[in-house]
């Protein structure tokens, strides 16, 4: 059958869309808006479909994230700067 595939596929789609409604009707909204609802929606217990409501909510950054860029260069024998990219 043609066609069959998409089906399936929005099947899925849908299948989390009411999963995610029907844990925000029965959870309320204290899933949001808190470092505790974030870690829950983020577990892999979770059904569902996973956003942030940003700029309220934001995620916990990875303490090895670096927050300043900077620029690797070496000195040539002339002084002159090599920049490693």
Do not use: L, N, P
């Given at each position: 059958m043609k066609g069959?595939?998409?089906i399936k596929g929005l099947g899925v789609t849908f299948k989390h869309f009411f999963d995610t409604y029907w844990v925000d009707l029965r959870e309320g909204k204290k899933r949001y808006n808190t470092k505790a609802g974030i870690a829950e929606r983020t577990s892999?217990?979770?059904s569902g479909f996973f956003t942030v409501q940003y700029p309220e909510e934001k995620m916990p950054v990875p303490e090895e994230?670096?927050?300043l860029p900077f620029l690797v260069y070496e000195h040539t024998e002339?002084?002159?700067?090599?920049y490693r990219c």
């Open positions: 069959s595939g998409i892999a217990e979770v994230f670096r927050f002339t002084g002159d700067k090599k």
